[in-house]
């Protein structure tokens, strides 16, 4: 099957060939390293980290690298409100970033180079410009010369006429910046020092690199060019990528890479997030109460190029649909390990139609298909999830009171990891087998009151209530048989009987 993809600069999706055979290569725009990151940047990451795991499961080789902005005009101010260093600064926030792309679920990229670590790669970039007359220094700052590049706007589908007069518009009188300026699209790629900012060494004075140059500096370093896949949020088409583009492109004369992709943008409640409306969500805090798979559940059922909205209503929806999955998983593996075990009590209920195993291996053959046809297509997550959903309601309809025999476990199992698999794919880490942190106190005091339980294992402590329950049944003792069950009723599970026995789940 041929994977394609929206590419921005082309307007269109298209097939995937990578520049080597098997193998990605591929740069995502990281961080500026002044705050915490909000949901916002969140959705851009793990839009990523997702479409880097698929690519993985595929079987490409992929080299994933992402930057970090650690010397900026934002990174400055930040310093000099809190009277400190701008390497304090980036240094704190990029230890922060890492912990919560880790807690979110982010993959490490394999190359994580940083902006002040790279400043010879960046300087001999702008030399090469100045030297293939695409850029000019003026009193120490250095200018990328827009009209040089004759196919800037390209990217962002823009007009560069209409660009400038749009610009002329809006400019300030007076004497400044850009009065050095031979155009007023000219962006700069060294800027010249200023007191007390960090600055470096180069040709042109002491100064530092401009915004966009590092990107371009660090692609090429790291992936050469033309590499496959730049990726970034919207915002960062214009003018970062349009910039980045155009300033390889015109210093090495080759293509800058193969396929832009850009993701949409997050709102909250249907508003666009901002500290002025007060809806401006860290990522941290937002994983203080909701786990990192909900959180994922809900960004990847929307597709990562369309707008999302976030709300909490929506974060419960995903805890929701997460945990039907969650469920079927494991009491499917439950059921395969006890397939072939009558229940003693409800005997009766055993003498079922058989499993129809061959039906539920066929329906995770087009769960798989169904799946990889959605991923395929620009990396359609909600498309993807839909048919695992739709599994999951067909699975259950065919497993549904069968009688389970011993021969079934293999297609049962087969089933559960599938499902496990493929939202693996998506970084959904589904929870694994529940253990005592997992109980609530309310269970140990009813195994205690019950059965007598004194242990501090959720799992023993769940296993003897559904014996006592049991034995209850047997002796037609209802009180208590009720009561246990009432006790997980009210605790937020329910008990499931089964012929192969009665089992436990969160509702």
């Known amino acids: 099957m041929t994977i394609k993809i929206y590419d921005t600069k082309a307007r269109a999706k298209r097939e995937f060939v990578p520049v080597h055979e098997g193998e990605v290569r591929m740069y995502v725009c990281g961080p500026t390293v002044y705050n915490f990151i909000h949901i916002g940047n969140a959705r851009t990451f793990i839009s990523f980290d997702t479409v880097r795991r698929y690519l ?24 000099n409100e809190e009277g400190t260093t701008a390497e304090a600064v980036a240094s704190h926030y990029t230890e922060q970033f890492i912990a919560d792309m880790r807690a979110a679920g982010v993959k490490d990229p394999d190359i994580r180079p940083k902006a002040t670590e790279e400043i010879p790669a960046m300087i001999e970039l702008v030399q090469l410009l100045i030297e293939r007359g695409h850029a000019y220094e003026a009193e120490g700052d250095v200018y990328f010369d827009v009209r040089s590049y004759g196919a800037y706007g390209e990217l962002s589908g823009r007009n560069i006429d209409e660009m400038e007069s749009g610009h002329r518009e809006l400019r300030a009188d007076g004497q400044g910046l850009e009065d050095r300026k031979r ?46 896949i730049h990726g970034g949020g919207a915002d960062l088409c214009f003018p970062h990528h349009e910039n980045e583009r155009a300033q390889s492109e015109a210093a090495y004369g080759v293509t800058f890479n193969n396929y832009w992709m850009h993701g949409g943008m997050l709102n909250i409640n249907n508003e666009k997030m901002s500290k002025s409306l007060g809806n401006f969500l860290l990522l941290r805090d937002v994983l203080q109460t909701t786990p990192a798979a909900v959180l994922r559940m809900l960004m990847l059922q929307t597709h990562y190029r369309s707008p999302l909205d976030f709300s909490d209503d929506r974060l419960k929806e995903s805890e929701t649909a997460l945990s039907r999955i969650e469920n079927f998983v494991k009491n499917t593996r439950w059921a395969a390990e006890n397939a072939g075990a009558a229940d003693a009590v409800d005997a009766a209920a055993g003498e079922g139609k058989a499993l129809d195993a061959a039906a539920l ?75 005592e942190a997992s109980y609530p106190a ?66």
């Open 183 to 228: 155009d007023p699209l000219d962006f700069a790629l060294w800027k010249a020092a200023k007191p007390g900012e960090p600055s470096w060494d180069s040709p042109w004075g002491q100064g530092r690199p401009g915004w966009h140059i590092e990107c371009s500096a660090m692609s090429k370093k790291y992936l050469d060019l033309p590499f496959d």
């Open 361 to 435: 291996s066929a329906a995770v053959d087009a769960m798989r298909a169904g799946f990889t046809e959605s991923m395929d297509d620009d990396f359609n997550t909600a498309g993807a999830l839909g048919f695992v959903f739709t599994f999951v309601n067909e699975a259950n309809a065919l497993i549904g009171e069968a009688s389970l025999a011993a021969d079934d476990a293999h297609a049962l199992k087969a089933a559960a990891d599938a499902v496990a698999e493929l939202v693996a794919v998506l970084g959904i880490e589904l929870g694994g087998a529940e253990d």
């Open 442 to 507: 309310e269970i140990f005091d009813l195994a205690r009151e019950v059965a007598g339980y004194e242990g501090a294992d959720g799992e023993a402590a769940v296993q003897a209530l559904l014996d006592a329950r049991a034995a209850a049944r047997a002796e037609k003792n209802w009180a208590v048989a009720d009561s246990v069950r009432d006790g997980f009723t009210a605790a937020g599970f329910v008990i499931e009987d089964t012929p192969q026995g009665a089992r436990v789940s969160r509702k």
């Open 56 to 79: 993985e499961w595929r079987g490409f080789k992929v080299t994933f690298v992402q930057n970090v902005t650690d010397v900026d005009d934002k990174i400055i101010k930040k310093a």
